[in-house]
């Protein structure tokens, strides 16, 4: 499985864009990359998804560079609701195989 | 909108009991799974499980641990014989299937806390 890198941790204020950056350098062929937000006491929330270029949902956006060995998971104007853990996971995208969580970066949204 | 649901919230009991988590996954998934995370630690992968057995486990999941689907909705981890270090939080994860959007979708967990 691929290894991520992501920062521990980031601080922000509200209304900022927040840019977590995480590095997967063995990324196979196949594989996806995965975010997922985490508040404390909770189960993990898909966030988004994507194989290159750029995504963007209701949520977020994606940015993945041509050789995908890094992605930037990108938050615009984030609120006090933001702060949380945000993991970077990159997997296959087929159910049987599992996705491995890393440490995940804490973000800390300040008002 | 469709969830994972798991009972109970929080359990508590002695080391050397049996535990059984129970998971109710969105009903039209096919993949199931269980994680833990331990208080202050990171999301541990446990087992997925497809079409009734299991289909990857990590080197957590060792003989203490089984998993089953004993019907058509229920989906359960049982940990024999808790030992202090067992007490995490545990999540259960349910996915639609190949061809969907790669989402997992978690219920809110169960806190164990063995004494």
């Known amino acids: 499985l691929a290894k991520t890198t992501q920062p521990i941790s980031m601080d922000s204020y509200e209304g900022q864009e927040v840019n977590i950056t995480c590095s997967h350098n063995?990324?196979?062929?196949?594989?996806?990359i995965t975010w997922y937000q985490q508040f404390p006491s909770q189960g993990p929330r898909f966030i988004i998804q994507?194989?290159?270029t750029k995504v963007t949902n209701e949520v977020a956006s994606l940015f993945i560079p041509a050789d995908r060995k890094s992605s930037t998971l990108s938050l615009p104007r984030v609120s006090l609701s933001d702060t949380a853990v945000y993991y970077c996971?990159?997997?296959?995208?087929?159910?049987?195989?599992?996705?491995?969580f890393g440490s995940g970066t804490r973000l800390q949204v300040q008002p | 909108e469709p969830e994972v649901t798991q009972t109970p919230s929080h359990q508590v009991t002695q080391m050397g009991q049996e535990v059984i988590l129970r998971c109710v996954p969105i009903?039209?998934?096919?993949?199931f799974y269980w994680y833990r995370q331990i208080l202050g630690q990171k999301v541990e992968f446990l087992v997925s499980?497809?079409?009734?057995?299991?289909?990857?486990k990590s080197e957590i999941f060792d003989d203490q641990f089984s998993v089953e689907r004993p019907d058509g909705s229920n989906f359960t981890l049982k940990i024999r014989s808790t030992k202090l270090e067992d007490s995490a939080m545990y999540f259960c994860?349910?996915?639609?299937?190949?061809?969907?959007?790669?989402?997992?979708?978690f219920g809110e967990g169960s806190r164990l806390t063995v004494l």
């Open positions: 994860a349910s996915r639609e299937g190949v061809g969907d959007t790669g989402e997992l979708f």
């Open positions: 063995n990324i196979a062929t196949n594989d996806y």
């Open positions: 994507g194989y290159k």
């Open positions: 996971l990159v997997a296959l995208d087929t159910g049987r195989r599992a996705l491995t």
């Open positions: 009903s039209n998934h096919l993949y």
């Open positions: 499980f497809y079409n009734n057995e299991i289909s990857e």
